[in-house]
């Protein structure tokens, strides 16, 4: 069960308003948050150019008087008039619709209203996203929500007479699938993909395919428009959805959605507020987050630069955090016991000393969990705790003198670089970045192969990389904001980010892309390319690709953050975004090509990227111009 001291937010959309702070308490009393209106009477046509109403006296709508400004700016949403045509072949009604969108938008403006809807009636927009866009580019105004159906109202005519076979079907022929998915892609790539447009997604009674649902989780969904059509009726009387509907309310509430119910009662004897609470019921009913999920709380979709863990030295704030996954260390730990029990002969665990070293040791957790491995595996281990960071040494010789004892040697030194006075058995270390190698840690392992025994055991043995194309326009355009004054506007599409994924749809499953061993034999080099083939099963807009990495610990234990595979619980790491500059609109069936390369000079590591089919882009960050990991 949710956290059910949170409640939804649910408005109410009214057609007719005769009384405006009637309708607003009589929403209000009955559960809901906000009210959705017409600016203008829905039926009043102006005449601008010619008409007989082109010289009509008298207020074009209601004064602003009726409510305070608190109110409006709060509590009221306003819609455009339903009878405007921009996109017209009749030049006076194009025309009028033009001025009278302008003389609504401006009013919307004046009363400070949080939003406007706009309603998308088919792909037929061009004009209506230029008038729009004017204000969009203005910088001022509110939110534009435009309201966009699951399915055309063509299609919804043509499922009832199919529900229905009493009534012959005479224009199935004539209504072809016309996917609202592209309407809604069309107007917001007219309007510059503004950040300031949001999709109202109207429920349909008869729901389209799952891939076209789940494609919707890609894009800015605000509000779900729930029409009273759609609800059922329980054994009780009480308004209900079906299950189908119910299962894709609760899919968007993990947006945090709201919700717009619209549509006359039908309940006349429940009321109105038998609705609000059914819905409230829904979201009281989801299903609780995660540890995941609540760890991340606030930080969805926030891009961060990752972590140069060589070049920099962590604060202690950063190991906390890392220190704080439960998961994570329990799995290091058992990969321990079981590298010891491996190493070590039951006969000879009383005269056999391993020798351990935990290269980055950070803080200890490492080291800890080693300690605690070797006593449940009853085996004598003798460990280094290796650490570059020298804030960090001093915590690991404070948790020498407190709890580890002489068992634990503390070495300040970066490990490329140390002498060791022995060599290992077994090393372990942490040095994984949210797309496995991202974090230089092939080229750490690599420069501590001086100091290990022919037989040692790596822990990790083993990471790849995966990849996968994702569509959403939310991080693309927080992309698309940073500004750098000292850096050219393509340097931000140039860098990865780690970002916890979530107003984002991955287009296919990820695939593997590099893969790293350890102890590596032979002469290592560890520049990289793959190219990758995607399968588009339905339209939608490259924004970019989504990283992870699995992890193999030793034997069959093993980390990921792949998402078919996500160790349960573990919240370490954040997937990693490797964004396009230009997104690219894929259609169904269509194969997506990408090329990835890892490169390795003698002072950085850096990516290269770009998509080949269905069309060419240019490659991103050639010669880590924009972005490069510091050796």
Request: some cysteine; hydrophobic content about 35%.
């Amino acid at each position: 069960m949710a956290d059910n001291t949170q409640r939804v937010s649910c408005g109410r959309d009214l057609t007719s308003v005769p009384d405006l702070s009637s309708d607003l308490e009589n929403s209000m009393k009955a559960g809901f948050d906000f009210i959705c209106i017409p600016l203008v009477h829905p039926r009043y046509q102006r005449e601008f150019s010619d008409g007989s109403a082109k010289d009509r006296k008298g207020p074009v709508t209601r004064s602003d008087f009726l409510l305070n400004c608190n109110d409006w700016s709060t509590l009221v949403v306003g819609k455009v008039s339903p009878w405007l045509q921009l996109d017209s072949c009749h030049e006076v009604i194009r025309r009028n619709s033009e001025k009278a969108l302008r003389q609504e938008l401006m009013f919307s403006c004046h009363l400070a209203l949080p939003s406007i809807l706009i309603h998308l009636k088919n792909g037929n927009c061009v004009n209506l996203a230029r008038v729009v866009n004017e204000h969009l580019i203005s910088g001022s105004g509110p939110q534009y929500w435009i309201v966009v159906p699951m399915k055309s109202a063509e299609e919804e005519c043509l499922s009832t007479f199919e529900s229905n076979p009493a009534e012959p079907c005479t224009i199935e022929k004539q209504v072809q699938h016309e996917d609202t998915w592209k309407w809604w892609n069309k107007f917001r790539t007219l309007c510059g993909s503004s950040k300031k447009l949001g999709v109202v997604l109207e429920l349909s009674a008869d729901l389209p395919s799952d891939l076209e649902i789940d494609r919707w989780t890609g894009e800015p969904v605000k509000v779900l428009m729930l029409s009273t059509k759609i609800f059922l009726t329980n054994k009780k009387g009480f308004p209900v959805l079906s299950r189908a509907h119910q299962l894709v309310v609760k899919q968007f509430f993990k947006l945090d959605v709201q919700l717009v119910l619209t549509g006359k009662v039908r309940h006349e004897d429940k009321g109105i507020k038998s609705y609000q609470l059914y819905l409230d019921h829904l979201f009281q009913t989801r299903d609780p987050p995660d540890n995941i999920s609540q760890f991340a709380k606030g930080y969805e979709d926030f891009l961060q630069c990752p972590l140069q863990p060589l070049m920099d030295n962590l604060e202690s704030q950063t190991y906390e955090v890392f220190e704080k996954d439960p998961i994570k260390y329990s799995l290091y730990q058992q990969a321990v016991y079981f590298a010891l029990l491996d190493k070590v002969p039951e006969t000879e665990s009383q005269t056999q000393t391993i020798v351990l070293m935990v290269l980055g040791a950070g803080r200890g957790p490492l080291v800890t969990a080693s300690l605690r491995a070797a006593s449940v595996a009853h085996r004598n281990i003798r460990v280094y705790a290796v650490e570059k960071n020298p804030n960090a040494v001093i915590t690991l010789e404070n948790m020498k003198l407190d709890s580890w004892g002489d068992q634990v040697t503390i070495v300040s030194c970066d490990m490329r670089y140390w002498n060791a006075p022995e060599k290992a058995d077994i090393i372990v270390s942490e040095l994984l970045g949210s797309f496995g190698d991202n974090e230089l840690s092939p080229e750490c392992l690599d420069g501590a192969m001086n100091f290990l025994k022919e037989d040692s055991i790596s822990i990790p043995s083993k990471y790849s990389s995966y990849l996968a194309p994702l569509q959403s326009s939310k991080l693309w355009n927080e992309v698309r904001l940073c500004r750098d004054k000292e850096k050219p506007l393509e340097a931000h599409f140039e860098t990865p980010y780690v970002v916890r994924l979530h107003n984002s749809k991955l287009l296919d499953e990820p695939k593997c892309l590099f893969t790293f061993e350890h102890p590596a034999k032979g002469v290592t080099d560890n520049n990289r390319y793959a190219s990758l083939e995607f399968d588009i099963g339905v339209d939608s807009v490259l924004h970019g690709f989504g990283g992870y990495f699995h992890c193999t610990l030793y034997r069959d234990i093993s980390l990921s953050i792949v998402p078919s595979s996500h160790t349960p619980g573990m919240f370490s790491w954040f997937p990693i975004y490797f964004p396009i500059q230009d997104p690219i609109y894929l259609r169904g069936g269509e194969k997506l090509v990408v090329h990835f390369w890892r490169a390795c000079s003698s002072k950085s590591v850096w990516y290269e990227w770009c998509v080949a089919e269905p069309v060419a882009q240019p490659i991103h960050n050639p010669k880590g111009r924009s972005y490069t990991i510091g050796l």
